[in-house]
């Protein structure tokens, strides 16, 4: 304390008047960071708030309030006090948050002032100034847990309500499944009957074409509620991927969606369903074209991680509301016209995944385009050798 009342106006004020004033700015910086915590402790808003309101406590603390600006960089976003400008005599601390690197707290002053200990700050200043950004990243790292507990309970929640679902279709599906198969069987053996009329003919066709797109529904939906075996063999993913994208060669030329496949060279074969695994590629690529209905990209890549396979398929389409986002996998929602989308396509593919001990993200945003990112585990190939290829 002394020792920057002598470095302040080259030691001719008298000593009592020194340690008044030495005394005024340990209390400012004191209430300075006081007042962050306070802040700290009763805040509710969004963080973009705290980290602006932080900001703006900062300058008063300094020696020369009236030219002083700050401001605080955190990742890409920026929070500053009005008037903040660069260039001037700056006095800065980085905000290390879990020994990463994560931004930087800044003092300028807008006017030139004084030599002192450090440019024209005071090396309490800087004491204050490495306090204020060790409480920023408290700030950051509370905030991100918080985050993180909000999104664990959100999927907790989510994958709570798809069982739930799950088991309702399955119990749907299983009932209506006898029924129809009756009724399907019945009207194929009255088409065959020699003595139909020709008239009651088309009524019959429709009854069949109608039971067998039931058929299909319910499938889907003990597809979803993995009530269908898995049948697991050596697949290699890469030649599911070339299969599935084979069928829509035709598409992609007539809607001008330019097909990007980056396929990993060293795929590992996979203890998984062919058929199923197909399957979830289908309906991805579909959704992507129908996102892009004006062309685009479609990107499909695959890669090998550390004891998983990862799987991305990327358009550059419509994307999706975080709404939407949020009911994606639950079977039956659709944005889609009736004969374009039955809803059921997403609910497929995330129970083919879970059927195969995989996961499935998502990342959208409207008119940004849609990347979802399956990961599934690989098991060791010797467990797969006495099964047989699928
Ligand atoms: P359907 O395609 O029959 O509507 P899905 O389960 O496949 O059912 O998809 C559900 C909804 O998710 C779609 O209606 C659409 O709104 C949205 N969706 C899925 N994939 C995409 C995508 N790649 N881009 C934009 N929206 C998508
Ligand atoms: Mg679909």
Redesign the pocket.
């Known amino acids: 304390m002394s020792k920057r009342a002598e470095s302040k106006a080259g030691a001719v004020a008298p000593p009592a008047d020194q340690t008044a004033r030495a005394l005024r700015e340990r209390v400012k910086e004191l209430s300075c960071l006081y007042r962050i915590n306070r802040i700290f402790d009763d805040f509710i808003g969004s963080s973009d708030d705290i980290y602006q309101r932080v900001v703006e406590l900062i300058p008063p603390a300094w020696q020369y309030p009236e030219v002083a600006s700050a401001r605080i960089t955190l990742d890409a976003r920026r929070y500053a006090t009005p008037g903040f400008q660069e260039g001037g005599p700056t006095q800065a601390a980085d905000v290390v948050v879990g020994g990463k690197h994560r931004g930087v707290v800044e003092v300028v002053y807008t006017e030139p002032r004084p030599s002192l200990d450090e440019g024209p700050f005071l090396k309490d200043e800087r004491s204050l100034l490495d306090a204020i950004a060790r409480q920023i990243a408290v700030i950051v790292e509370h905030q991100e847990a918080q985050q993180e507990r909000s999104r664990l309970q959100k999927q907790l929640m989510h994958a709570d309500r798809l069982a739930t679902i799950g088991q309702l279709a399955a119990g749907v599906a299983h009932e209506l499944n006898e029924p129809l198969s009756s009724i399907l069987g019945f009207a194929q053996l009255l088409q065959r009957e020699p003595g139909m009329p020709e008239g009651g003919k088309p009524d019959l066709q429709k009854i069949v074409t109608a039971s067998l797109h039931a058929r299909e529904i319910i499938k889907k939906l003990l597809l979803f509620a993995r009530q269908t075996p898995t049948f697991k063999g050596p697949v290699d993913l890469n030649k599911v991927i070339l299969g599935a994208i084979d069928l829509f060669r035709h598409h992609f030329e007539k809607e001008e969606i330019e097909l990007l496949c980056l396929l990993s060279p060293e795929m590992p074969l996979l203890a998984a369903d062919a058929g199923q695994l197909t399957q979830v590629v289908v ?1 991805l690529v579909v ?2 074209m ?2 892009m209905p004006g062309g685009g990209r479609l990107t499909i890549q695959t890669q090998v991680q550390e004891g998983h396979v990862v799987c991305v398929v990327e ?1 550059t ?4 509301t975080p709404e ?1 986002q949020d009911r ?1 996998f639950m079977p039956f ?4 016209e009736v004969n374009q ?7 497929v593919v995330h129970g083919i995944v879970a059927a195969h001990g995989g996961t499935i993200a998502v990342r ?1 945003a409207p008119g940004q385009g ?1 990347t979802f990112t399956i990961r599934l585990p690989l098991e060791p190939v010797a467990d797969l050798e006495n099964r047989p290829e699928s």
Do not use: E, I
């Open positions: 309906n959704n992507a129908q996102a358009d389409g419509v994307g999706m939407v994606l929602f659709t944005t889609k989308g039955t809803g059921l396509g997403l609910p959208s849609t």
